[in-house]
């Protein structure tokens, strides 16, 4: 509350959050196969970067192509990240190819 009358571009309702998690509830019955909390967390985190992209107005498609071949060679050998390093690739980073902001057809 103490946001929204601090802010007023806050909007009022969530109504934005709601849409982003309809997809996942969609389709929540069909995957059978996230019956494991290891799954579940997986589920979460691909949605989360998939929903973040989309709100960042990325194309979903070639933001996690970019995403999955940037990764591999961002983690070193020993399997860490240096976070200054992931900073490029945020769904909110001007440093994106142009692909990723091309519109859905």
Same mark, same amino acid.
């Given at each position: 509350?103490?946001?929204?009358?601090?802010?007023?571009?806050?909007?009022?309702?969530?109504?934005?959050?709601?849409?982003? #998690?309809?997809?996942?509830?969609?389709?929540?019955?069909?995957?059978?196969?996230?019956?494991? $909390?290891?799954? &579940? *967390?997986? =589920?979460?985190?691909?949605?989360?970067?998939?929903?973040?992209?989309?709100?960042?107005? #990325?194309?979903?498609?070639?933001?996690?192509?970019?995403?999955?071949?940037?990764?591999?060679? $961002?983690?070193? &050998? *020993?399997? =860490?990240?240096?976070?200054?390093?992931?900073?490029?690739?945020?769904?909110?980073?001007?440093?994106?190819?142009?692909?990723?902001?091309?519109?859905?057809?």
């Amino acid at each position: 509350m103490k946001v929204f009358l601090s802010d007023g571009e806050v909007p009022i309702d969530n109504l934005a959050s709601e849409r982003a #998690l309809r997809t996942f509830t969609i389709g929540r019955k069909n995957w059978m196969t996230i019956n494991t $909390v290891r799954g &579940a *967390d997986a =589920s979460a985190i691909i949605y989360s970067v998939t929903e973040t992209a989309r709100a960042n107005g #990325l194309n979903v498609y070639y933001y996690m192509k970019h995403l999955l071949t940037e990764l591999t060679r $961002v983690v070193r &050998a *020993d399997g =860490s990240i240096d976070e200054k390093e992931l900073e490029p690739l945020m769904p909110w980073s001007k440093d994106l190819p142009a692909e990723c902001y091309k519109r859905r057809k």
